[in-house]
């Protein structure tokens, strides 16, 4: 029976998180932050975003828009416990996504055949009109072997820091 990777234990490999899309180390990026609903069957985040993110006046950027939907579906893989990348995205960009206003994205996943997953996400106002919405086939992957060089030279320097700091606080 081959391991399936847990998407805490891929997490947990990079401290730092520098994803344009959640990464709350990122100091450029959208940081958003989602949440499993209480039907336990999307992940659903809150979001409010301002002038830098433009596209036409006053109202998003058709790419931020794709990118927020790309997120929403990627952490609605949670919900079957995996790590998946984005193999095809496809967005449907029915009204224009206003800034400055408070929205709502939320992914989830629709049906899974072997590593494959099918799933939605939809960008919608508070009160429910739905402003964009999106579907996206995702692949399970085992990311210790995709991103080995990375997760690699990741730990190489978190350890080098640990022994820095180690020297530091031993007066060395």
Request: charged share 30%; glycine share 8%; net charge positive.
């Amino acid at each position: 029976m081959s391991h399936q990777p847990h998407v805490d234990d891929f997490k947990s490999a990079l401290q730092r998180q520098n994803c344009f899309g959640c990464g709350t180390d990122n100091p450029r990026g959208l940081h958003l932050e989602f949440f499993l609903n209480q039907a336990k069957d999307a992940y659903v985040c809150e979001f409010n975003l301002d002038d830098i993110y433009t596209g036409p006046p006053g109202h998003l950027h058709g790419g931020i828009i794709a990118t927020i939907l790309d997120e929403a579906m990627g952490k609605a893989n949670k919900l079957r416990d995996r790590v998946a990348v984005t193999r095809k995205l496809s967005i449907e960009y029915l009204r224009p996504v206003p800034l400055h206003k408070p929205l709502v994205a939320e992914g989830r996943v629709l049906r899974v055949r072997g590593r494959a997953l099918y799933n939605r996400g939809e960008i919608r106002t508070r009160e429910g009109q739905v402003l964009a919405r999106s579907s996206g086939t995702f692949y399970t992957i085992d990311p210790e072997k995709m991103f080995a060089r990375e997760l690699e030279a990741e730990r190489r320097r978190q350890l080098k820091e640990s022994r820095q700091g180690q020297h530091e606080w031993s007066g060395e």
